[in-house]
């Protein structure tokens, strides 16, 4: 079966980049729109299986209106999210299937599980996560700290600690830090290259694309990966 995509913010960074991305020939993007041109999308999502959103935040009310209406699955990769956009997220995947993620490196979902046992584990260490990210990043934190933080959270009632640096020439970097008198335990995922995250991209509507109504992350992707 062919599954046919649309890209949501085409023309962005990582829209060039999911293009690039060789991948399964059962995989197609017939087409996309730019973040200002969201209102265009009905077209692309009424002959799409799944929309791969790479856009704004300031977009996701029309964009799930429109998925909603639709009944088109959707990967959004977008950040930057506030609170109250991710209750609409959450609603919103009661009606169609919804893959969200801040980080579509299989990588950083290891990571996430490395973080989970190790603070289950460590339940009395001090907690750091230290995030670089180019310049040109708005968003601070990034999406994916505190989605490490989050996990972390679920295990003790320690603080976690977030430090954010911002620079040229720098790498996507996430580095945990477990440190208690005896020993520390540093975890670090690096980042080389954008194209990891527009594969994890791909993979995630690939994977989604048949579900039923939910909210899916990379942690159940990877599941089904190991499965």
Do not use: W
Not at 30 to 54: C, H, P, Q, Y
Not at 62 to 78: D, F, H, P, Y
Not at 154 to 161: E, F, G, I, S, T
Not at 164 to 183: C, G, K, M, P, W
């Amino acid at each position: 079966m062919k599954i046919f995509a649309s890209l949501i913010g085409i023309t962005g960074k990582m829209g060039k980049e999911i293009q690039k991305v060789k991948t399964d020939p059962s995989f197609q993007i017939i087409g996309g729109v730019a973040k200002k041109d969201i209102k265009n999308l009905k077209k692309f999502l009424k002959k799409s299986n799944v929309g791969i959103d790479f856009s704004n935040p300031n977009a996701l009310d029309e964009l799930l209106s429109i998925a909603i209406k639709t009944k088109t699955a959707l990967v959004l990769g977008t950040t930057g999210y506030s609170e109250k956009d991710l209750q609409k997220i959450k609603d919103a995947s009661k009606k169609i299937a919804i893959f969200y993620s801040s980080n579509f490196s299989v990588g950083i979902a290891l990571v996430q599980k490395f973080a989970n046992m190790t603070s289950k584990l460590l339940d009395k260490s001090c907690i750091d996560i230290v995030e670089k990210h180019h310049i040109s990043k708005k968003d601070k934190p990034s999406g994916t700290a505190l989605l490490l933080a989050d996990e972390i959270k679920q295990n003790l009632k320690n603080d976690v600690n977030i430090h954010s640096i911002r620079a040229a020439n720098v790498v996507f970097e996430h580095t945990l830090y477990f440190t208690n008198e005896d020993q520390t335990i540093e975890i670090k995922h690096t980042a080389h290259d954008r194209s990891i995250f527009a594969t994890g991209a791909i993979k995630a509507a690939i994977f989604i694309h048949d579900k039923k109504a939910g909210l899916y992350s990379m942690q159940d992707l990877i599941g089904d990966i190991y499965e």
